[in-house]
C-alpha cells in the first residue's frame, strides 16, 4: 500500500472511530509505529486530523486531553521500566522538582523508603504519596488545581518556582520532537512547565516513545534545553540519534 492510500485509510477510520491509535494502526497496516506517526503529521498539516497523546482524532472534534487516570494505564510496562531508570537520577541529600504526569507518579511509587532528598513538586498526588516518607523534605507549591491533571498553575505556581534553584527537575510532557519542542495541551500547564525549567541545573525528561513527534497546542520549551531524555525502547534508533544531535543524552530502556 502506498503511503497515499494508507493516509486515506487512517482519515476514514479515524472519522469512523472517533479516535485512532499509532500502535495499533501500526499493527494494523503492517508498518512501523514511525511510519504511523509521520502519517499522521502529514494528514495532521493537512488540517483533516488532529494528533493527540498517542494517536489521532477527526479535525473537528472538540479539544481532546486524557485525564490522569487514562494516562496512567497508558504504555504502563515502558513508563515503570522509564521510572526505574530515572532513580539514578535523584541526588542523595540533594533537591529535585517533580513536574505533574503519569511517568513521574511511577517515579514517585518507585521511590526507596529511606530516600533522603528535598522534593517540590506542585502535582496533588505525587504530594500525597510523599507525605508519607520521613526521609523527604517536601514542599507543596500552591496555585488553582486543574481538575484533569491534579497540578497547580498560574500565578501562584510561577512565583514560587521563580524563587527555586533545584539539582534535577523530572519533567513531563505529553509529546516532544526535534522540530515542534516539548508541548502540552494547556497553556496554563505549559507555563508552569517553562517555569520549572529554568528553576533546576539538570533537566531530565520522562516520555515514553508513544509521545515523539506528537505536537500540542501549548509550545514550553526545545528538546536542546534538555540534558537526558528517558524513554522506551520503542523510540527507534534513528530517532533517537536525532535528539542526541540537540545535545541531549538519549536512555531507552
Do not use: C
Request: hydrophobic share 45%; charged share 25%; aromatic share 4%.
Amino acid at each position: 500500500m502506498y503511503a497515499a492510500e494508507r493516509q486515506q485509510e487512517i482519515l476514514r477510520l479515524a472519522r469512523e472511530r472517533g479516535r485512532v491509535e499509532v500502535l495499533s494502526l501500526a499493527e494494523e497496516f503492517q508498518v512501523t509505529p514511525e511510519t504511523v506517526r509521520r502519517d499522521l503529521k502529514t494528514l495532521d498539516r493537512g488540517g483533516v486530523i488532529r494528533r493527540v497523546h498517542g494517536g489521532a482524532i477527526p479535525a473537528g472534534s472538540l479539544a481532546f486531553e486524557p485525564d490522569l487516570a487514562e494516562r496512567e494505564t497508558t504504555q504502563a510496562e515502558a513508563k515503570e521500566r522509564i521510572a526505574k531508570a530515572a532513580l539514578a537520577e535523584i541526588p542523595n541529600g540533594g533537591s529535585v522538582i517533580l513536574d505533574a504526569g503519569s511517568t513521574t507518579g511511577r517515579l514517585v511509587a518507585a521511590f526507596p523508603l529511606d530516600a533522603t532528598v528535598t522534593v517540590v513538586t506542585h502535582a496533588l498526588p505525587l504530594a500525597a504519596r510523599l507525605a508519607e516518607y520521613p526521609g523527604i523534605d517536601l514542599h507543596l507549591v500552591g496555585g488553582r488545581v486543574r481538575h484533569r491533571t491534579r497540578a497547580a498553575v498560574d500565578s501562584w505556581a510561577l512565583r514560587t518556582y521563580a524563587e527555586i534553584n533545584a539539582d534535577v527537575v523530572f519533567l513531563a510532557t505529553n509529546g516532544f520532537s526535534v522540530e515542534g519542542g516539548l508541548t502540552t495541551p494547556d497553556l496554563a500547564e505549559s507555563a508552569v512547565k517553562r517555569e520549572i525549567i529554568s528553576a533546576a541545573r539538570r533537566v531530565v525528561l520522562l516520555a515514553d516513545s508513544s509521545k515523539f513527534e506528537q505536537d500540542h497546542f501549548a509550545r514550553f520549551g526545545g528538546v536542546a534545553q534538555l540534558d537526558l531524555l528517558i524513554t522506551d525502547v520503542g523510540l527507534s534508533e534513528e530517532s533517537a540519534e536525532s535528539v542526541e544531535r540537540q545535545g541531549v543524552e538519549v536512555a531507552r530502556v
